[in-house]
Every structure is written in C-alpha cells, then in structure tokens.
C-alpha cells in the first residue's frame, strides 16, 4: 500500500506487482517531465521522459502518464523487481527554463 | 567511464573551514549544474552554468562560489561552512542547457559539519 512516512512517501509492493508512482506538478507552464530513479548512495538516474504534447510514453518496464488538465504525472512500472526499489523523482521543466524542478520523491521498496 | 564524475564521494568538517567539491564531465556536454539534496532527499538547483558562464544562481548564499575553468568541469568552492551545509551535492550536465533537455548526475559528495 501508499502511505505518508515521516519523510518520503512509501509505497511498499511485492515482487512482480504492478507499481504506479504519482506526482502533481505546480506549474502549467511546464512542458517536459521526466522520472529519475536514485539507489542509495548514487546520484538520480534518467528513467524516461515526456513532452506536454504527449500523454503517454513507454519504455522497456515502465509507462509515463501525464494529465495536463490535472497537473499530474505517474509512473507506471510493470512485474516490479527487487533492484527497482529506490527513491522516485519527477521533475518538471518550465517552456524555455533550462533547469528542472524536482518534486519530493517517492521511495519504493519491493520485497521478495 | 564515469559520465559524471564528482571528488570527494565523502566530506567531513569543521564548522568555519573552507573546502571545495570538483565535478568534471566526458559527455561533451556545454551546460553543468549543481544541486543541493537535503536530509529529506529533496533535490534544489544551485546553480548552472553553460560553456564556462554563470546561468543560474539560484538564492544561494555567496560564502557559496562555483567555478568553471572549461565547460568539462564545474568545481564548487564552499567558505566558512556552517552546519546547515550538511547535505549531499549533485554535479549534473546536460547537452545545451535548454529546456526539454535530461540532466545526467554524477553520484553525490556527502557532505557532513560538525
């Protein structure tokens, strides 16, 4: 299940589950997102992106949804395994800002 | 290879002293960045800085001061630390700093004043 830790988010699955992870975005002028995976002890990792003219995209295991009327993003990761446990971020890039803006992270564990 | 390679990995320190973190990229990359992650993992850009030219500064104090000798490497000076520093520090690039463009980190310098 989901739940609010004292610091991440946590949602905890059992291997081979379905996992969807999801962030709401601030800014509606934002027209790039991207999901990152950080392991511990490393630096945030690309998974995949999405452009705002798009609603969904997929990659090998995993699926973005965007919702632009909502401001809301998922990330959708298919027989989830146990090295996909990691702290999730989404980040957003405003239409010309060259930096992204990186929501609060969503750690997932995955137990055996 | 390393894309993103940052030195230290680890750094402990007084309160008041004067340390640098140095990040050198072999992407090709025009554009680095710094960020700023807090005890709760919550990432904050620091600063950016493309073809060796001041971008970004995002409110960061000015005891704070990067430095860019080539557009391979962003190095960041950090003067009389204060505890609030603790952190981890993230060096990124990314191909020309526009939007709609990924950012590849390096793996984090840790660190820790006491």
């Known amino acids: 299940g989901e739940s609010v830790g004292l610091h991440l988010p946590t949602l905890s699955v059992q291997e081979g589950d379905n996992s969807i992870i999801n962030c709401a975005y601030s800014n509606s002028a934002s027209d790039y997102f991207i999901w990152y995976k950080q392991e511990s002890g490393k630096g945030p990792q690309f998974i995949i992106d999405i452009r705002s003219n798009m609603d969904k995209r997929q990659g090998q295991r995993v699926t973005v949804l965007l919702n632009k009327t909502v401001k809301h993003l998922s990330l959708q990761i298919a027989a989830t395994q146990p090295g996909d446990s990691a702290v999730y971020f989404c980040?957003?890039?405003?239409?010309?800002?060259?930096?992204?803006?990186f929501g609060k992270g969503t750690m997932l564990l995955v137990s055996p | 290879d390393t894309a993103v390679s940052q030195t230290p990995k680890y750094l402990v320190t007084q309160m008041g002293n004067d340390k640098s973190i140095k990040c050198e990229q072999n992407?090709?990359?025009?554009?680095m960045y710094w960020y700023k992650q807090d005890s709760k993992k919550f990432l904050k850009i620091m600063f950016s800085y493309n073809n060796k030219e001041l971008i970004i500064n995002e409110t960061v104090p000015n005891r704070f001061s990067p430095k860019s000798p080539d557009k391979a490497h962003l190095n960041l000076h950090i003067n009389s630390l204060e505890l609030g520093d603790s952190a981890v520090y993230f060096c990124a690039s990314s191909q020309a700093g526009g939007n709609n463009e990924k950012l590849f980190f390096g793996s984090g310098t840790q660190l820790s004043v006491l």
């Open positions: 980040a957003e890039s405003p239409t010309g800002y060259s930096t992204l803006t």
């Open positions: 992407l090709g990359h025009d554009t």
